[in-house]
């Protein structure tokens, strides 16, 4: 959940992240698949009267191979399905399923991979907007509220002030060890007492519009500081 409100209008009108649109394909159904193939097989399996063992003996596989493959955990390579196939004399149907279940993971991958460029091209996107209008004064991103100092949004101030440990920590009047322990979340350091907030609060308040709109961008970045 965010920590920080801009009263201003929403960027795009994209859905939020982790929203799922209808027609996409989801995690939960690759997983279903992928179960639903392995029941397939043991169906067969149980059919022809195999064991795990006997099965795994016939198409040169371990055990755990086919016992993975029937609860789904391991859909393996096309030509284990085209040995199973054989084996229990499935006529072609268990690849058959297996080739629709590998089909439905290409899709999601690709899903997956089309999201993640459309995702970076609005960021990339919004990037550029906000550096233009803050080059102008014209700060697009209004009042920034932060709801509670931690030490995530702490250090996005900082480097968006351009500002050192030492030199932030001079400027709320704590100790430098202070500010790095609240960036690295050492459970040593207490939180920002209220005093500290309200002073983060005001640096906040009168910084320009450039610092604002870095700030902002920093926060938006995923894992800025593996």
């Known amino acids: 959940m965010t920590n920080v409100r801009v009263t201003r209008p929403a960027v795009d009108g994209r859905y939020p992240s982790g929203l799922r649109l209808p027609g996409l394909i989801s995690q939960q159904q690759v997983a279903e698949a992928r179960r639903d193939l392995g029941r397939r ?4 399996r149980s059919e022809r009267g195999l064991t795990q063992m006997q099965l795994a003996k016939s ?3 371990s055990r755990s191979s086919v016992a993975n493959a029937e609860i789904g955990r391991d859909a393996s390579v096309r030509r284990f399905w085209q040995d199973a196939d054989r ?4 006529r072609g149907a268990l690849l058959a399923a297996f080739d629709q279940m590998a089909a439905l993971v290409r899709d999601f991958h690709t899903q997956q991979a089309q999201a993640r460029d459309e995702e970076r ?9 906000w550096a233009s209008q803050a080059a102008t004064g014209d700060c697009p991103c209004g009042t920034v509220v932060v709801g509670r100092w931690t ?3 702490t250090r996005a101030l900082r480097e968006a002030l351009r500002m050192t440990v030492h030199d932030f920590a001079q400027h709320l009047g ?18 920002p007492t209220m005093a500290t907030q309200a002073a983060l609060d005001e640096t ?11 700030f902002l961008l920093i926060l938006d970045t995923p894992n800025p500081h593996p």
């Open 41 to 44: 097989l043991a169906a067969w």
């Open 59 to 61: 198409i040169c596989y």
């Open 87 to 90: 084996a229990v004399d499935a």
């Open 121 to 129: 091209q609005r960021r990339a996107g919004r990037t550029a907007t």
């Open 151 to 153: 030490g995530r949004e």
């Open 174 to 191: 704590v100790a430098p060890e202070m500010v790095s322990g609240w960036e690295h979340c050492h459970t040593s350091t207490p939180p």
């Open 204 to 214: 906040l308040t009168l910084t320009d519009s450039n610092a604002k709109a870095r």
